[in-house]
């Protein structure tokens, strides 16, 4: 049985649907990732998970147990917020130490134990060195390591995240981002990962929740989310720059820019769909050429198309190519719901 | 930039119009806060009375004066008692108030408005409300416990049928500092309130998911992050109450005898109503040395106990 299981899960806030019926199953071990732009709810859903807001309607289970009424202390939850939310007024030790002082009368903790798990949880984060220090004297990087440690002291069974790499700069976060993996693998901890950012969204989640509106759009794996998204919205929002979305009569069709490339590198051409480029503008981005034009017929509509640098295919402005898209790289929505439809059927219509 | 074609126009001048804007405030604080302290100085060392206003400086004989006298130092230890006493309670008062206005329940906006009112309200029309509660003959509150049997003959509190809020040593000291209390509590719970909301709401999430219950989230969290401003609040009320006058001018007047006879009160019976300008503002003076030290050690340790 997985070990959170939500189901039919609503919130609303007056006439707002912040989060709309969510089924929802996490797995032991895993590390999932809600995946989203703002106001889609995913934060709405991770504090209801940790208790911080009390459902409209529906249910949330933790390891076999109805938690939906239960306050936070009583779920096994803990939490690392955006800001961190260190508490000021206390040096590292002290706020790693909270939460056991806090729960000591239940697990019953005493003064030796607490400062053997502080001591051994911050060497884990390597933030032994750190324990005397007043939050306002560490760097960006430190203080999410602080807030980390005294999120994982008292072993919760699920760590909720909100976008905790936010705020670090773009150098460490790549380096932060690693860590953190590494740090969800060794402890086998259950992570559950709230983020805006589709590049740490495919490089943490062992399994991404994308959701918009309320709802969730798609689950899967980064690659199954990426290569074979469920419907427009997920096609358009995971990629950068998105997919092409071209209209036709009663569907839509989008291919990615990465997989829309010169007729004379396509290796075979049968299985391909060949269209007519004209070159408007391009971007030397060092390892790619990012090419802006429009597909023949299609004039009203911006089509880019992402060319390796290292293929040795000159491309000017102002001149019309021909491209190809591999018929498997072709997706298929329906116009009005931009649910996706099965392709071969339409390939010919096209 | 100013175009150097045009001839200069005084608003375009930085520094003009900075003074410009400062002016109000700058002439507010000399005529009516700096002047008068300079005067109240110039009095102090001199031998001004109402019927003789010419200055001549007759060095520290007023203070020295002043010191000697039995009254005044009965008034000063006043003052200090009242001050301290009340200090505690309304800083008791106003942080379980604070907590309280700060939740959610319903009714709030209203029971806010209603505790706000003794601040609002002008002090002397408030003292004068007072004046007729704690009647020495007509106190409703004597009525009240005359009715339920606590006053009276055979009563649990007296055999007499008035309790004498004003008039006994005893009741007219607690008199003056429960309205203090009453008067001071509403301005230092709303800078209580200002800072209780001021706490960011992810350390209040934090602290909960954390598993801390309502006392220890109070206790260890909200009561130190509000520290500073609890200094502030403190030492606003200080000061107000410190030099204080209106409250025992309405109420007692200082009596009976000397027993809520406070620094304000006695310097404006001496000064204004006895006339001796030169001693009066000297005994108001010597309350400044006092407060000025009290205002900077507090405003030190607020400032040390800032985190952020």
């Known amino acids: 049985m997985s070990l959170v299981q939500i189901s039919s899960l609503k919130k609303y806030f007056d006439t707002v649907h912040a989060v709309d019926g969510v089924d929802l199953e996490i797995e032991q071990g895993e590390f999932l990732v809600i995946l989203g732009p703002s106001g889609c709810g995913k934060t709405t859903l991770m504090r209801m998970i940790a208790g911080l807001e009390k459902p409209t309607a529906g249910q949330i289970s933790i390891g076999g147990a109805d938690v939906t009424a239960l306050p936070p202390r009583k779920r096994g939850v803990s939490m690392v917020f955006q800001s961190y939310a260190l508490y000021p007024h206390m040096n590292v030790f002290n706020n790693i130490a909270f939460p056991l ?236 719901s931009g649910l996706r439809i099965a392709e071969q059927n339409l390939a010919e219509a096209l | 930039m100013a175009n150097l074609a045009l001839p200069a126009f005084p608003l375009d001048n930085r520094r003009f119009v900075g003074l410009l804007f400062l002016a109000p405030a700058l002439i507010y604080i000399l005529l009516l806060v700096g002047f008068p302290f300079l005067l109240a100085i110039a009095f102090g060392f001199s031998d001004v009375t109402v019927g003789n206003t010419d200055l001549s400086f007759v060095g520290l004989r007023n203070f020295e004066a002043v010191w000697e006298n039995d009254i005044f130092r009965q008034v000063f230890e006043t003052t ?96 003056v500092i429960f309205v203090q209390v009453w008067r001071m509590t509403p301005l230092a719970t709303v800078i209580l309130m200002a800072g209780l909301s001021s706490i960011p709401t992810d350390i209040l999430d934090q602290a909960e998911v954390d598993g801390s219950r309502f006392m220890r989230t109070l206790l260890q969290i909200k009561l130190p992050l509000i520290l500073p401003i609890m200094v502030i609040a403190l030492l606003f009320s200080m000061i107000t109450m410190f030099g204080d006058m209106t409250v025992v001018y309405v109420l007692t007047r200082g009596g009976p005898v000397d027993y809520t006879r406070v620094l304000g009160l006695y310097s404006f019976q001496v000064g204004i109503e006895g006339g001796n300008l030169a001693q009066g503002a000297a005994i108001s003076l010597f309350a400044f040395p006092l407060l000025l030290a009290m205002a900077i050690f507090m405003l030190r340790t607020a400032s040390r106990a800032e985190v952020r």
């Open chain 2, 80 to 175: 200090i008692r009242f001050t301290l006493i009340s200090q505690v309670f309304i800083l008791l008062f106003a942080n379980i108030l604070a907590i309280i206005f700060t939740q959610e329940f319903t009714g709030k906006w209203f029971a806010r408005f209603i505790f706000i009112l003794p601040w609002a309200t002008p002090v002397s029309l408030a003292m004068i409300g007072w004046l007729w509660m704690l009647d020495t003959k007509y106190s409703p509150i004597d009525y009240l416990l005359l009715q339920t049997g606590f006053l009276g003959p055979g009563g649990l509190l007296s055999k007499d049928r008035n309790l004498f809020w004003l008039a006994s040593p005893d009741l007219a000291q607690i008199s």
């Open chain 1, 101 to 336: 002082r806090a729960q000591r009368r239940e697990k019953k903790y005493n003064k030796r134990s607490i400062r053997e798990k502080v001591e051994t949880t911050a060497g884990l984060l390597e933030i032994d060195m750190l324990l005397d220090r007043r939050p306002r004297q560490l760097s960006g990087g430190q203080r999410q390591r602080v807030a980390i440690a005294r999120a994982m002291v008292t072993q919760p069974a699920v760590l909720l995240l909100d976008e905790p790499l936010s705020n670090l700069d773009a150098k460490l976060r790549a380096n932060a981002r690693d860590e953190l993996k590494d740090f969800q693998r060794s402890s086998n901890i259950t992570a559950v990962f709230v983020t805006h950012d589709q590049i740490e969204a495919m490089g943490l989640g062992d399994r991404i929740v994308v959701m918009s509106e309320g709802k969730i759009q798609q689950i899967g794996t980064p690659q199954q989310i990426y290569d074979d998204p469920a419907n427009e919205f997920v096609a358009t929002f995971l990629g950068s720059p998105s997919m092409n979305m071209l209209s036709s009569n009663h569907f839509k069709f989008g291919f990615r820019p990465e997989h829309f490339l010169p007729k004379t590198l396509n290796d075979n051409p049968e299985n391909a769909r060949i269209f007519h480029y004209y070159v408007k503008r391009v971007e030397y981005l060092g390892s790619d050429r990012l090419v802006y034009g429009y597909v023949q017929g299609r004039e009203s509509e911006l089509t880019l198309a992402k060319v390796p640098s290292n293929v040795r295919v000159s491309l000017d402005v102002e001149s019309d190519y021909e491209f190809a898209v591999h018929n498997s790289d072709l997706k298929f929505f329906d116009a009005r």
